[in-house]
C-alpha cells in the first residue's frame, strides 16, 4: 500500500439539498486547499413541477438529476483551480448525497424524466429525502410488518419512513403504475452520481441498510411485498436489488467522460456511495462507540457507532458497518431543523426586523439571534414542537406538524424564533435519552454541519442537553468525509478508521453546559415531553386529522 504523499490529493464532493460543494484535500493531513459551490438550477420542487408549471400536491419535493451532474462540470474544476494544485495530483474522489432521495432510471441509468415522452409525469423526476407524500404507504408497511412479526422491523426502531426506499417506490407504482413498469432501476442518488463517474452501478452498504430494509443480507421477502399490492412483489429482487459496494472501497475509475466534466485524471479511483451523515463521522474523529454526530443543517441527521446491537424506538436503523466496519452504526434524525429557522425569518418576521438587521450589518438570522440571546431561559413563556416537516426520531411520523404554545399580545419574533431554537434542542434530547435509554448511551456530543457557525444555538444544546459540544472543525464535514473515503478507495490508507485518524478534525468540549440554565431547561423540556406525547403518541390525533383535510382539499392538484 503506497504512503500518503504530501503533494497528493483526493476531492470530496457533497451533495445538500439545495447545492454540491466540492472540495480538494491533502492526502497526508486532510489540511483543504480548495472549495467551490455550485447550486441546484432547479433547486426543490415542492409547489410546482418546474418543467411544466403544473401545480404539485402537498408532502411533495422533487429535483433534477441533471443538476447534479452540474456539480461535477462546474464545482470540481473551480475547487481544483482554487486549491491551485495540478489536476495530475488528485488519486481519488469520493461523493455523499442527502438520503434517501431517489432516482427512477432505465437499466443504463438514464433518468425517465430525461425521456420526453414522461418529462410532464412527476412520479419520473428524483424524489427528494424530504418528499413526504408517501407516508400512506409506509404506514401500510408498517402495520403489515407488525402483523406478520417481520424480524427486519426492530432493526428500524419499530417503524420505516415515508422518506425512505420502499415507501416512496410503493407510491410510484400505486400512482403512476404505467411509469413504475417502465422503470428498471429504483436507485439512491447517492448511487446514481457514482454510476455517472465510472459507468457501474453498485449500490452502497449505507443507503441499503439505512433506507433499503436490507438486513442480514436480505431485503423483505416477495411475499411480503405482494401482500401490500400484488404488483410491487418483484420490486426488491427486480428495482432494487444489485451488488452492493463496502464503504471506503472503490466502485470503479473515472471514465473518459467524467474525466473531461471534471478536469480530473481518468482512470482514478471513485469511492463508493455514501451518505451525507454517515460519511462526516470520521472527518469529525468520530469512529468509537458512544460519539454521536450531528450534522446539522436544514434538516438534522444522528449517527454514532457502538460495539453492541440493540433496538432503539423510532432509530432510522442500525447497520452491521453502517458507518465503520467492526462496529454497529445508528441513525435518528430530525425532519427540520435550519428549514424550520428559515420559514420563520421568511415568513413570520415583519420587515422592519430586516430593515433593522441591514442597518447593523447583520443577517435577519443574526440579528433574530442577538435579541434571542440576552433572554433568561423560559422568559419568553413559549414552548414549541419542532414538527414543520414532520417527525423522524423518535415517533417517525411525517403526518406530525408543527406547534407553539403561549403566545400572547406581547409576544416577540425574537422570543419565537429561541422557542423554535430550544424546540429542535430538545428533539434532540429526546433521541438522546431514548439511546441512553435502550442501552447504547451517548458519551460524547460532536457537531457538523453550517448550523455550528451560531454559537448561541450551539450552548442552548449544549445546556439542554447537559453534555459538552465539540466541534467539527471543518467547514465542509460531509466534503472532508468523502475526501477521507476517497483515500482509502485509491489505497492509500487501510481503512477508514486509519484515514480519519490522519485526515479528520474536531475541536473538543467547545461549549460546556451552564447548571442554571440547565436547570431552568429541565422545567421547559418536561413541557416539552407532554406535548410531545400528547399530540405524538395518539393523545390527539389533531395534526393527522388537518393534514388529511388539506389533502382532500388539494385532490384537484393531484397530478393523472
Same mark, same amino acid.
Given at each position: 500500500?503506497? $504512503?500518503?504523499?504530501?503533494?497528493?490529493?483526493?476531492?470530496? #464532493?457533497?451533495?445538500?439539498?439545495?447545492?454540491?460543494? /466540492?472540495?480538494?484535500?491533502?492526502?497526508?493531513?486532510?489540511?483543504?486547499?480548495?472549495?467551490?459551490?455550485?447550486?441546484?438550477?432547479?433547486?426543490?420542487?415542492?409547489?410546482?413541477?418546474?418543467?411544466?408549471?403544473?401545480?404539485?400536491?402537498?408532502?411533495?419535493?422533487?429535483?433534477?438529476?441533471?443538476?447534479?451532474?452540474?456539480?461535477?462540470?462546474?464545482?470540481?474544476?473551480?475547487?481544483?483551480? %482554487?486549491?491551485?494544485?495540478?489536476?495530475?495530483?488528485?488519486?481519488?474522489?469520493?461523493?455523499?448525497?442527502?438520503?434517501?432521495?431517489?432516482?427512477?432510471?432505465?437499466?443504463?441509468?438514464?433518468?425517465?424524466?430525461?425521456?420526453?415522452?414522461?418529462?410532464?409525469?412527476?412520479?419520473?423526476?428524483?424524489?427528494?429525502?424530504?418528499?413526504?407524500?408517501?407516508?400512506?404507504? !409506509?404506514?401500510?408497511?408498517?402495520?403489515?410488518?407488525?402483523?406478520?412479526?417481520?424480524?427486519?422491523?426492530?432493526? *428500524?426502531?419499530?417503524?420505516?419512513?415515508?422518506?425512505?426506499?420502499?415507501?416512496?417506490?410503493?407510491?410510484?407504482?400505486? =400512482?403512476?403504475?404505467?411509469?413504475?413498469?417502465?422503470?428498471?432501476?429504483?436507485?439512491?442518488?447517492?448511487?446514481?452520481?457514482?454510476?455517472?463517474?465510472?459507468?457501474?452501478?453498485?449500490?452502497?452498504?449505507?443507503?441499503?441498510?439505512?433506507?433499503?430494509?436490507?438486513?442480514?443480507?436480505? *431485503?423483505?421477502?416477495?411475499?411480503?411485498?405482494?401482500?401490500?399490492?400484488?404488483?410491487?412483489?418483484?420490486?426488491?429482487?427486480?428495482?432494487?436489488?444489485?451488488? #452492493?459496494?463496502?464503504?471506503?472501497?472503490?466502485?470503479?475509475?473515472?471514465?473518459? =467522460? !467524467?474525466?473531461?466534466? &471534471?478536469?480530473?485524471?481518468?482512470?482514478?479511483?471513485?469511492?463508493?456511495?455514501?451518505?451525507?451523515?454517515?460519511?462526516? /463521522?470520521?472527518?469529525?474523529? !468520530?469512529?468509537?462507540?458512544?460519539?454521536?454526530?450531528?450534522?446539522?443543517?436544514?434538516?438534522?441527521?444522528?449517527?454514532?457507532?457502538?460495539?453492541?446491537?440493540?433496538?432503539?424506538?423510532?432509530?432510522?436503523?442500525?447497520?452491521?458497518?453502517? #458507518?465503520?466496519?467492526?462496529?454497529?452504526?445508528?441513525?435518528?434524525?430530525?425532519?427540520?431543523?435550519?428549514?424550520?429557522?428559515?420559514?420563520?425569518?421568511?415568513?413570520?418576521?415583519?420587515? $422592519?426586523?430586516?430593515?433593522?438587521?441591514? %442597518?447593523?450589518?447583520?443577517? #435577519?438570522?443574526?440579528?433574530?439571534?442577538?435579541?434571542?440571546? &440576552?433572554?433568561?431561559?423560559?422568559?419568553?413563556?413559549?414552548?414549541?414542537?419542532?414538527?414543520?416537516?414532520?417527525?423522524?426520531? @423518535?415517533?417517525?411520523?411525517?403526518?406530525?406538524?408543527?406547534?407553539?404554545?403561549?403566545?400572547?399580545?406581547?409576544?416577540?419574533?425574537?422570543?419565537?424564533?429561541?422557542?423554535?431554537?430550544?424546540?429542535?434542542?430538545?428533539?434532540?434530547?429526546?433521541?438522546?435519552?431514548?439511546?441512553?435509554?435502550?442501552?447504547?448511551?451517548?458519551?460524547?456530543?460532536?457537531?457538523?454541519?453550517?448550523?455550528?457557525?451560531?454559537?448561541?444555538?450551539?450552548? @442552548?444544546?449544549?445546556?439542554?442537553?447537559?453534555?459538552?459540544?465539540?466541534?467539527?472543525?471543518?467547514?465542509?464535514?460531509?466534503?472532508?468525509?468523502?475526501?477521507?473515503?476517497?483515500?482509502? /478507495?485509491?489505497? &492509500?490508507?487501510?481503512? @477508514?478508521? !486509519?484515514?480519519?485518524? /490522519?485526515?479528520?478534525?474536531?475541536?473538543?468540549? @467547545?461549549?460546556?453546559?451552564?447548571?442554571?440554565?440547565?436547570?431552568?431547561?429541565?422545567?421547559? *423540556?418536561?413541557? *416539552?415531553?407532554?406535548?410531545?406525547?400528547?399530540?405524538?403518541?395518539?393523545?390527539?390525533?389533531?395534526?393527522?386529522?388537518?393534514?388529511?383535510?388539506?389533502?382532500?382539499?388539494?385532490?384537484?392538484?393531484?397530478?393523472?
Amino acid at each position: 500500500m503506497p $504512503s500518503p504523499s504530501s503533494d497528493t490529493y483526493v476531492v470530496g #464532493i457533497d451533495y445538500g439539498t439545495l447545492s454540491g460543494r /466540492a472540495v480538494v484535500v491533502r492526502v497526508s493531513d486532510g489540511a483543504e486547499l480548495g472549495t467551490a459551490t455550485h447550486d441546484y438550477s432547479h433547486a426543490v420542487m415542492d409547489t410546482v413541477l418546474a418543467p411544466t408549471g403544473a401545480a404539485l400536491p402537498p408532502e411533495w419535493a422533487l429535483q433534477v438529476p441533471a443538476d447534479y451532474v452540474d456539480v461535477l462540470k462546474t464545482a470540481v474544476p473551480a475547487a481544483v483551480k %482554487a486549491a491551485g494544485i495540478d489536476p495530475a495530483d488528485v488519486i481519488g474522489i469520493g461523493t455523499d448525497f442527502t438520503a434517501c432521495t431517489m432516482v427512477p432510471t432505465l437499466a443504463d441509468g438514464t433518468p425517465l424524466n430525461e425521456l420526453p415522452e414522461y418529462a410532464d409525469r412527476p412520479h419520473a423526476y428524483v424524489k427528494l429525502w424530504k418528499h413526504h407524500a408517501a407516508q400512506p404507504q !409506509a404506514d401500510r408497511i408498517n402495520e403489515l410488518a407488525r402483523e406478520r412479526g417481520e424480524s427486519w422491523l426492530p432493526r *428500524y426502531g419499530g417503524l420505516i419512513s415515508s422518506e425512505w426506499e420502499f415507501a416512496k417506490g410503493l407510491q410510484l407504482l400505486e =400512482e403512476d403504475p404505467e411509469l413504475y413498469a417502465r422503470m428498471d432501476r429504483w436507485v439512491e442518488a447517492a448511487d446514481w452520481i457514482v454510476w455517472q463517474l465510472t459507468g457501474n452501478y453498485v449500490r452502497n452498504a449505507c443507503t441499503a441498510g439505512y433506507k433499503g430494509i436490507y438486513q442480514d443480507g436480505q *431485503y423483505p421477502g416477495r411475499d411480503f411485498l405482494s401482500a401490500l399490492n400484488p404488483g410491487f412483489a418483484g420490486f426488491a429482487a427486480d428495482k432494487v436489488d444489485h451488488v #452492493i459496494g463496502q464503504l471506503g472501497a472503490s466502485a470503479g475509475t473515472l471514465t473518459a =467522460e !467524467a474525466a473531461a466534466w &471534471t478536469g480530473l485524471p481518468e482512470g482514478i479511483a471513485v469511492a463508493v456511495g455514501n451518505v451525507d451523515a454517515h460519511v462526516t /463521522a470520521p472527518a469529525a474523529q !468520530a469512529v468509537l462507540p458512544g460519539q454521536m454526530v450531528a450534522i446539522m443543517g436544514t434538516s438534522t441527521c444522528h449517527v454514532m457507532n457502538s460495539d453492541v446491537l440493540r433496538e432503539v424506538p423510532g432509530m432510522c436503523g442500525v447497520v452491521d458497518g453502517g #458507518i465503520v466496519s467492526g462496529l454497529y452504526g445508528y441513525e435518528a434524525g430530525q425532519s427540520g431543523v435550519g428549514d424550520i429557522f428559515a420559514w420563520y425569518a421568511k415568513n413570520q418576521v415583519p420587515a $422592519s426586523y430586516y430593515e433593522a438587521a441591514d %442597518a447593523a450589518g447583520l443577517s #435577519i438570522h443574526e440579528y433574530l439571534t442577538s435579541l434571542a440571546e &440576552t433572554q433568561p431561559v423560559g422568559g419568553h413563556g413559549l414552548v414549541a414542537l419542532d414538527w414543520n416537516g414532520g417527525n423522524r426520531s @423518535v415517533l417517525v411520523d411525517a403526518e406530525l406538524s408543527g406547534l407553539l404554545v403561549g403566545q400572547t399580545l406581547t409576544t416577540r419574533p425574537e422570543e419565537v424564533y429561541r422557542a423554535l431554537f430550544e424546540a429542535t434542542a430538545f428533539g434532540t434530547r429526546e433521541i438522546v435519552e431514548a439511546f441512553g435509554a435502550s442501552g447504547v448511551p451517548v458519551t460524547e456530543f460532536i457537531v457538523a454541519g453550517g448550523l455550528l457557525r451560531n454559537p448561541f444555538l450551539m450552548q @442552548v444544546y449544549s445546556d439542554v442537553l447537559r453534555l459538552p459540544l465539540s466541534i467539527i472543525a471543518s467547514e465542509q464535514g460531509p466534503a472532508l468525509g468523502s475526501a477521507i473515503h476517497a483515500a482509502v /478507495a485509491a489505497g &492509500t490508507y487501510p481503512d @477508514v478508521r !486509519a484515514a480519519g485518524s /490522519a485526515m479528520g478534525k474536531v475541536d473538543r468540549a @467547545v461549549y460546556t453546559p451552564d447548571a442554571a440554565r440547565a436547570d431552568a431547561y429541565d422545567a421547559l *423540556y418536561a413541557e *416539552y415531553v407532554l406535548l410531545h406525547d400528547y399530540f405524538g403518541r395518539g393523545g390527539n390525533d389533531v395534526m393527522h386529522r388537518l393534514k388529511a383535510l388539506r389533502r382532500a382539499a388539494s385532490r384537484e392538484r393531484v397530478p393523472a
